[in-house]
């Protein structure tokens, strides 16, 4: 965890700046993230990421376009060198948060990092969890238990949730349970599906969530997020039918390995959702995009393996968590990457 000490400076970071821009991860966890630290102060913009793996330098464009005067980086493990010299060139003042534990990590000295991770006592747990744990506004307790219970941690606040919104929750203490059995995890998938649409739509949910009262607000179809219940309902209907298929592929083998295709990249919520309905299996979904094999890999240490098998290929990139990561790679590498996983698997079990 942080200390006390760097969430006070995370919060006097906040206080300081005049017109923020929020930077984050294009997933609920980011998204938890900048909501919890806009509504403390009621200022500045939030714009998502979607490049992978890094930020890269297309966003520091968005900086001069809003006229900010602090950046936060919210729950994204790599940013491109790029971007920091366009940022050191203009002197602004950089907040990163994160929880990702990065091999080779590269943090400009002059740059406020903070992940917990690098303490002492290491731990990772979510972004959303350590901006709440820094501003702790007790009206947004839906909001940081949302973050959590996606990146699938149980937050100490969960008893003070379940007290306030029985009706939203679900009676476990393992977050995958919750998620999947609860209303409030269905507002999670509503905010994930919905960071999937297009520009002006994600604008227009990121307007209402900034300023939506509470969470039936979100549950509750409306013209202010109709656009979100439509996709997720879109995404949903994909979801199952792929969830469906992948069931019926399966078969003895410790690794379930599913591919798909299509306009649209769902891999990390079909991941967990396999990985929910399959918790001793290793899941590999793999998407196929352009000339690239984007992965999600769910499993128990899953990490090593997938770094390990990835070795020998070139242009290939992968990180994340120990039982969660994603990778790219080209598409005509996927076949020997398949094989190497088999053949590291032996030595791992
Ligand atoms: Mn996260």
Known sequence: MLSKEELKKIKEHLLKAQNPIFF???????????????????????????????????????????????????DKPLVSKSFFEEVKRINLPVVWIDHHKMDNLFVPEDINYFNPCLNEEKTNEPTTYLCYKATEKKEDLWIALIGCISDRFT???????????????????????????????????????GLKDSTTHVNKMLKFLISAKSPYEILEESP????????????????????????????????????????????????????????????????????????????KNIKKLILKSLKDLPYSTGGGHE???????????????????????????
Do not use: W
């Not at 200022?43 to 890269?56: A, C, D, Q, Y």
């Not at 891999?267 to 396999?274: E, P, V």
């Open 24 to 74: 984050f991860d294009n997933d609920p966890d980011g998204l938890c993230s900048f909501l919890i630290l806009q509504r403390y102060v009621n200022k500045g913009v939030g714009i998502p990421i979607r490049s992978f793996p890094e930020m890269n330098l297309d966003y520091f464009r968005r900086i001069e376009e809003f006229k900010s005067d602090y950046i936060f980086i919210l």
């Open 155 to 193: 937050p100490d606040f969960y008893g003070e949730f379940v007290k306030k919104y029985p009706d939203l929750s679900f009676n476990s203490k393992d977050s995958f349970k919750i998620f999947y059995n609860s209303p409030i995890g269905t507002i999670s998938n509503l905010m994930s599906y």
């Open 224 to 299: 202010k997020n109709i656009e979100m219940h439509l996709k997720f309902n879109q995404i949903s209907k994909k979801i199952n039918k792929l969830v469906e298929k992948a069931i019926s592929l399966n078969d003895q083998n410790k690794i379930l390995f599913f591919q798909y295709g299509g306009d649209i990249s769902i891999s990390s919520d079909l991941a967990n959702k396999l990985n929910y309905i399959f918790p001793n299996k290793i899941i590999i979904v793999v998407y196929f995009s352009g000339i690239k094999a984007n992965i999600s890999a769910r499993g």
């Open 323 to 349: 039982n969660a990561v994603g990778a790219s790679m080209r598409i005509e590498d996927i076949e020997k990457f398949r094989e190497n996983l088999l053949k590291n698997l032996e030595n791992f079990s």
